[in-house]
């Protein structure tokens, strides 16, 4: 038997293993948001799969599937074939979940991360009819009427339900829970009066607070939002403990190839850092977070014990 040569051998290699990286994807990609069309999930997907989809030379579709606290969309993807053209955005509530609802049928170990993609501040805003002009009279209210004051976030899961019960501890105050579907709509539903207040992304209070349709009383973050730079922090207030951000990213079904991984994060990393991206993240109020994988699944498994604790504190149960 004569020998094989090297590029004889190299391609029956090929032929017989997996196909390598380079071939994937050969169709359209489909990234699921758990959410409404409107919110900052939304928002930040499409433009996103605008950039990536010019590098992929193929196709991302976003593919809203809100509903049961972002469960929906999130088991769907789950149950989707592992070959990295289903994938599911997630916020917070994709680490919260499972900590408050125990007919939660996934774990953090059904997904891997691909990637973060955004960070971004959150507000508490009222309906101008509302009698407070400040979070103090806010607070000064609530105490006077314990249980009047309603607060509306994208859903009972999300880091904005999770902060505003830790705001309600705080402050020693009795508030009730208005849970959304998202943010457009609990933004909808403060506006028309049905709630009375809203703990929500400040890309998706900005425009009704500059059109006087609501108005706003605390940013979340260490710093204040630039799109809304009278408004002060909670360490302004003396509230420093109740700082945070909202955050997104994504991920795709556990057994999804390395190489497939590992191309995702290479094109959401080249897309994060794309001025035309940036400029459009900033007229939103959203900040780039790019990173590899790996910090982000470190970053998702501390997460989720840091919102399991407060869960247990808090005594918060699913709605």
Same mark, same amino acid.
């Given at each position: 038997?004569?020998?094989?040569?090297?590029?004889?051998?190299?391609?029956?290699?090929?032929?017989?293993?997996?196909?390598?990286?380079?071939?994937?994807?050969?169709?359209?990609?489909?990234?699921?948001?758990?959410?409404?069309?409107?919110?900052?999930?939304?928002?930040?997907?499409?433009?996103?799969?605008? +950039?990536?989809?010019?590098?992929?030379?193929?196709?991302?579709?976003?593919?809203?599937?809100?509903?049961?606290?972002?469960?929906?969309?999130?088991?769907?993807?789950?149950?989707?074939?592992?070959?990295?053209?289903?994938?599911?955005?997630?916020?917070?509530? *994709?680490?919260?979940?499972? +900590?408050?609802?125990?007919?939660?049928?996934?774990?953090?170990?059904?997904?891997?991360?691909?990637?973060?993609?955004?960070?971004?501040?959150?507000?508490?805003?009222?309906?101008?009819?509302?009698?407070? +002009?400040?979070?103090?009279?806010?607070?000064?209210?609530?105490? !006077?009427?314990?249980?009047?004051?309603?607060?509306?976030?994208?859903?009972?899961?999300?880091?904005?339900?999770?902060?505003?019960?830790?705001?309600?501890?705080?402050?020693?105050?009795?508030?009730?829970?208005?849970?959304?579907?998202?943010?457009?709509? &609990?933004?909808?539903?403060?506006?028309?009066?049905?709630?009375?207040?809203?703990?929500?992304?400040?890309?998706?209070?900005?425009?009704?607070?500059?059109?006087?349709?609501?108005? &706003?009383?605390?940013?979340?973050?260490?710093?204040? !939002?630039?799109?809304?730079?009278?408004?002060?922090? *909670?360490?302004?207030?003396?509230?420093?403990?109740?700082?945070?951000?909202?955050?997104?990213?994504?991920?795709?079904?556990?057994?999804?190839?390395?190489?497939?991984?590992?191309?995702?994060?290479?094109?959401?990393?080249?897309?994060?850092?794309?001025?035309?991206?940036?400029?459009?993240?900033?007229?939103?109020?959203?900040?780039? &977070?790019?990173?590899?994988?790996?910090?982000?699944?470190?970053?998702?498994?501390?997460?989720?014990?840091?919102? &399991?604790?407060?869960?247990?504190?808090?005594?918060?149960?699913?709605?």
């Amino acid at each position: 038997m004569k020998p094989i040569g090297l590029a004889t051998f190299l391609v029956l290699a090929c032929a017989a293993g997996p196909a390598p990286a380079q071939t994937f994807p050969t169709r359209p990609i489909h990234i699921v948001v758990p959410f409404p069309p409107g919110g900052s999930a939304d928002i930040s997907s499409r433009i996103l799969a605008e +950039s990536m989809t010019k590098r992929l030379g193929t196709p991302i579709i976003i593919d809203n599937r809100p509903g049961g606290g972002t469960v929906i969309g999130t088991q769907a993807v789950q149950h989707s074939p592992a070959d990295g053209y289903t994938a599911l955005v997630v916020f917070p509530s *994709f680490v919260i979940n499972p +900590s408050m609802r125990p007919d939660i049928q996934y774990r953090l170990q059904d997904f891997r991360a691909v990637g973060q993609t955004i960070s971004l501040p959150m507000v508490i805003a009222v309906n101008p009819a509302v009698p407070a +002009s400040s979070l103090k009279e806010l607070v000064e209210l609530a105490r !006077a009427k314990p249980g009047s004051i309603a607060y509306g976030t994208p859903g009972p899961a999300s880091t904005h339900r999770i902060a505003a019960e830790m705001f309600r501890i705080a402050a020693g105050i009795d508030l009730t829970h208005a849970p959304y579907s998202g943010g457009a709509p &609990a933004m909808t539903a403060v506006i028309g009066g049905h709630i009375q207040m809203v703990y929500l992304n400040v890309n998706e209070v900005v425009h009704q607070v500059n059109a006087g349709k609501v108005r &706003a009383l605390v940013v979340t973050t260490a710093e204040r !939002a630039e799109s809304l730079p009278n408004v002060p922090t *909670f360490r302004e207030l003396g509230y420093p403990q109740l700082e945070a951000s909202n955050w997104s990213g994504l991920v795709v079904p556990a057994a999804t190839p390395n190489d497939v991984v590992a191309k995702l994060n290479v094109e959401l990393v080249r897309a994060l850092k794309d001025p035309q991206v940036l400029d459009k993240f900033k007229a939103q109020e959203l900040l780039a &977070a790019p990173g590899t994988p790996e910090e982000f699944d470190a970053f998702l498994r501390s997460e989720s014990a840091r919102y &399991a604790e407060v869960i247990r504190k808090a005594g918060i149960k699913g709605d």
